[in-house]
């Protein structure tokens, strides 16, 4: 693809980051490798909405700025992390640095990222770990993202700050990106409703065997059939106030639902429990006044 065509390609991704809500103000980044040891990037400063070709910075892989931008432009200062995972991996041309609000939510409340729940998730994601907070702008911030980077990862969440998406083309990283929010917007949403089923064995080694038709490697896929999917899936589900959605087992297996009775027990012991229990001089108060109103109501 031509130079000026990559640029505006750029200029289009930020758009829709911007457009997205993805990055507020001049927050994100994002950069595409044109050859071993050229990188186009954007600028710093700048919001993704309104960035034209002639923002983009040429730089090399030690993130020196190789050209003397038209418009008096300089890089994006997260350049380490962009340049970290292209050292890293050969077949990445494309780094999208951003803050999706909801999958930033789970970075920053250090939850793993559930999996075996979303087919979409599984497939074009995978596995998304979690990296420690690292300080912005400083190179303990892509020292704790590579060691996180396997050959089938595209996806990490930075703690307490954002994503990065990493693919072999800008538009693909950028679908990673717009996947990753839709898909933590979708947890959250459940965790609302109170309840996630979370796939069987079974349906997770065949929706791994479509991801493999489909060309995605999974490792995952090695061991699923035991069970090894969802371990990570309790920090999330343990924040689901209805305790019987939290107590899946995450490996496929059948959970029990409490009953209406039991539940209403559950609610009426939390109530009692709010006020500080039976000992409570409110709680007695209140025992005491619904006493005198069926005395009342009953005549006697
Ligand atoms: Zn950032």
């Known amino acids: ?5 990559i640029k505006k390609e750029m200029c289009e991704v930020g758009h829709r980051i911007w457009i997205k809500g993805f990055c507020a103000g001049n927050e994100g980044n994002h950069s595409v490798r044109i050859s071993e040891d050229r990188v186009l990037c954007t600028p710093t400063g700048l919001s993704k909405g309104f960035l034209t070709p002639e923002d983009m910075c040429l730089i090399d892989m030690d993130g020196k700025q190789v050209e003397v931008n038209a418009k008096g432009r300089k890089r994006t200062s997260e350049v380490l992390v962009h ?4 050292k890293k991996r ?3 041309k494309a780094v999208i640095h951003s ?20 087919p979409e998730a599984e497939v074009f994601l995978g596995k998304v770990r979690t990296a420690p907070y690292a300080l912005p702008s400083t190179q303990a911030l892509p020292d704790s993202i590579t060691p996180l980077i396997g050959p089938e990862t595209n996806t990490v969440l930075m703690g307490n700050h954002g994503s990065v998406s990493f ?21 959250l949403l459940c965790k609302n409703i109170g309840k996630a089923n979370v796939f069987t064995n079974d349906q997770m080694v065949d929706l791994l065997k479509v991801k493999q038709k489909f060309g995605f490697k999974d490792s995952r896929l090695a061991c699923a059939p035991e069970g090894c999917i969802g371990e990570d899936n309790q920090p999330f589900l343990a924040t689901f106030e209805r305790t019987d959605s939290a107590s899946c087992d995450c490996h496929g297996g059948e959970v029990e639902h409490a009953t209406a009775a039991e539940r209403q027990e559950e609610v009426l012991g939390a109530t009692s429990r709010g006020m500080g229990g039976v000992d409570d001089p409110a709680f007695e108060a209140m025992v005491r006044t619904i006493t005198e109103q069926i005395m009342a109501a009953t005549g006697r």
């Open 167 to 187: 693919s072999n083309t800008l538009i693909d990283t950028y679908y990673k990106l717009e996947i990753l929010d839709a898909y933590c917007r979708i947890l």
């Open 1 to 5: 693809m031509p130079i000026y065509q």
């Open 83 to 86: 340049l970290a995972i292209y």
């Open 99 to 118: 803050h999706p609000p909801h999958a930033t939510a789970f970075a920053i409340a250090n939850i793993p990222l559930p999996e075996g729940l979303h």
């Open 90 to 92: 050969a077949d990445i």
